[in-house]
C-alpha cells in the first residue's frame, strides 16, 4: 500500500528561472546548510542533453522521528534524495539508508501570471506489513512540511539574490 501527496509552491519568477535557481550548486548548498539537517551535503551534481541531476544527502535528527520509527531506526534518519530537472519540471526519487521504502513523484513548473507554480506528486511506499501505512503518513507528513521549508527558503533566497 503506497501513500500519495500533492503540493503546490507558487514563486514569482518564470518556470525557466526557477528552474535554474533549484539546480544551482551555490542555492542547493544554501537551502542543505539552512534546512538539511545534520551532515546535509550536496553529494553530486551532473549536466547532460537531458537536464541536470542532484543527489543530496539529508538528515533528520533522531528527535524528530516518531517514536515508533525511532524503534526499528534508532540514531535519526539519513535520506538520499535524487532530483532530475529537465526543461518541464522533472522527478524525484529518495530512499532511507537503512531503512525499507522509497519515495518517488514527478514535478511540474508551469507558467502563471504571477511567475510560475512549481507541483509535485509524490508517493510513499514504506513496504511494511501491518505499520506500513502509519510509516506512510510519518513520511508524507515530514517531506510536505520539508517541502514547504524548502519553498520559504527559496522565496527568501531569490529575494537575497535580487537585492545583489
Not at 65 to 72: C, E, G, N, Q, T
Not at 92 to 105: K, N, Q, R, S
Not at 113 to 127: F, K, N, P, Q, S
Request: charged share 25%.
Amino acid at each position: 500500500m503506497a501513500s500519495r501527496l500533492a503540493l503546490q509552491h507558487r514563486y514569482p519568477e518564470p518556470p525557466e528561472r526557477i528552474r535554474e535557481v533549484l539546480t544551482d550548486r551555490e542555492y542547493l548548498r544554501d537551502k542543505l546548510r539552512a534546512v538539511g539537517g545534520p551532515h546535509a551535503e550536496l553529494m553530486s551534481w551532473e549536466r547532460d542533453e537531458r537536464g541536470v541531476t542532484v543527489v543530496l544527502h539529508q538528515a533528520v535528527p533522531e528527535d524528530a522521528v516518531p517514536s515508533f520509527v525511532r524503534a526499528a531506526l534508532p540514531g535519526g534518519l539519513t535520506i538520499r534524495r535524487t532530483e532530475t530537472w529537465n526543461s518541464s519540471g522533472g522527478s524525484v526519487h529518495a530512499v532511507v539508508d537503512g531503512a525499507p521504502g522509497t519515495i518517488t513523484g514527478v514535478m511540474h513548473l508551469e507558467p502563471d501570471a504571477a511567475g510560475c507554480v512549481l507541483g509535485a506528486e509524490l508517493t510513499a511506499d514504506a513496504g511494511l506489513p501491518l505499520i506500513g501505512g502509519k510509516v506512510e503518513k510519518a513520511i508524507t507528513d515530514g517531506v510536505a512540511a520539508l517541502m514547504e521549508t524548502e519553498y520559504r527558503f527559496t522565496l527568501e533566497w531569490l529575494r537575497n539574490s535580487a537585492a545583489t
